[in-house]
């Protein structure tokens, strides 16, 4: 018992002092661990939101069709390749072409030989009528197998320039530069003409674009447009390097009434043959540009009742409840307008467990 007493006063001291400390945790509580970014000031792209989804379509595509028809004695070309105006494509048999030509040409000379005796006739049936020497009748009759002859003339010429056209059909060749498609007809086919399609060519550098944009946006792309060119940017899945660049080319005349929605082309030059005809892409259109804008991550931002608010990091290490009003949001960083200034600290991650006043800790650092 003497014992016990004796110890008394120290375990009430211990009791004491572990109620302090635990008094001391509660005043001081640990920091909350949180994701911080700083604002910055730069310049950033209005652009139209959400992005367009378009297609992308050839400048030119021309279906190629033979003109005469016959055999296919040759293919000059390989499927996929790429040609230029004037390169031989396909050859067709040009022996029929060129017998027909040929007979052509053996009926203007017979007929020419022809129409200069007929020329000397009636020369000389002109000067006997003058003369009185020969009847009204003879003379009408010799000026009739000159006007007839001079005009089976006319109609040989054309029958020989038909008869060179169609040798030259012979030989198709492309209108157009572009890449060939796939090959319907192949050496030793008999093919018609007109209505057998022999290739397909797509031009491809440049290429078009097309996509379509709420109506609401037509009245600043139209400001826009009167005074400088809009860019384009196009991006796709699985993209490698740079997004293709371009330039919006094409406005169309109405607004489609159905949909609220207008027309657009943005052209690429398409030099690195990245875009391809029918293939879909989101196009980029920047409006504008905010200059020295006040930016933080788009994480930052957060959405409550009364709109977008940030969590901001004051200088004791506490945040700080701030309301926001944000503008356009580009490649993850999101313009605000007011209610904070550049140099501040924001929370970027671990907004769900903050409240004002609260105590953080930046886990990045």
């Known amino acids: 018992m003497k014992f016990f007493l004796k ?9 004491l002092a572990g109620c302090d400390g635990k008094k001391s945790a509660s005043a001081n509580p640990l920091s909350v661990p949180v994701l911080t970014a700083k604002a910055v000031g730069k310049n950033m792209p209005v652009l139209i939101a959400p992005p367009p989804v378009g297609h992308v379509m050839p400048v030119s595509s021309v279906t190629i069709r033979p003109q005469i028809g016959g055999v296919i004695s040759k293919v000059n070309f390989q499927e996929g390749q790429t040609v230029k105006p004037g390169d031989l494509l396909f050859s067709i048999d040009a022996r029929p072409a060129q017998a027909a030509l040929a007979a052509a040409k053996a009926n203007l000379d017979r007929d020419a030989a022809q129409l200069q005796n007929a020329k000397i006739q009636f020369d000389r049936d002109e ?21 007839a002859l001079t005009g089976t003339l006319a109609g040989d010429r054309a029958a020989v320039t038909n008869a060179e056209l169609n040798l030259q059909y012979t030989e198709i060749r492309s209108p157009i530069d572009g890449r060939t498609g796939g ?27 097309a996509f379509a944009i709420a109506e609401r946006f037509l009245p600043q792309i139209q400001k826009q447009m009167r005074g400088r060119t809009l860019a384009a940017t196009a991006s796709f899945e699985n993209l490698e390097g740079d997004a293709p660049t371009g330039e919006l080319t094409f406005v169309d005349n109405a607004v489609d009434e159905n949909t609220g929605t207008i027309q657009l082309k943005a052209t690429f030059p398409n030099t690195d043959e990245k875009l391809w005809p029918g293939q879909f892409v989101q196009i980029l259109i920047q409006l504008d540009e905010l200059t020295n804008a006040v930016t933080v991550p788009s994480q930052a931002v957060q959405n409550g009742q009364n709109g977008a608010f940030i969590f901001v990091v004051k200088a004791d290490q506490t945040v700080e409840f701030r309301p926001v009003k944000t ?3 580009f490649k993850g960083d999101t313009a605000i307008l007011s209610g904070l200034n550049v140099g501040e600290t924001v929370v970027t991650d671990g907004q769900l467990r903050l409240a004002p006043g609260v105590a953080v800790e930046d886990k990045g650092k």
């Open 7 to 15: 110890l008394l006063p120290g375990l009430l001291g211990l009791a």
């Open 127 to 147: 000067k006997l009528f003058t003369q009185k020497l020969i009847s009204q009748d003879i003379f009408d009759t010799s000026k009739a197998a000159f006007d």
């Open 327 to 329: 503008s356009v949001t």
């Open 183 to 209: 090959l319907q007809f192949h050496a030793g086919n008999v093919v018609k003409a007109p209505d057998d399609v022999l290739l397909t060519i797509n031009q491809i550098q440049p290429i078009y674009a």
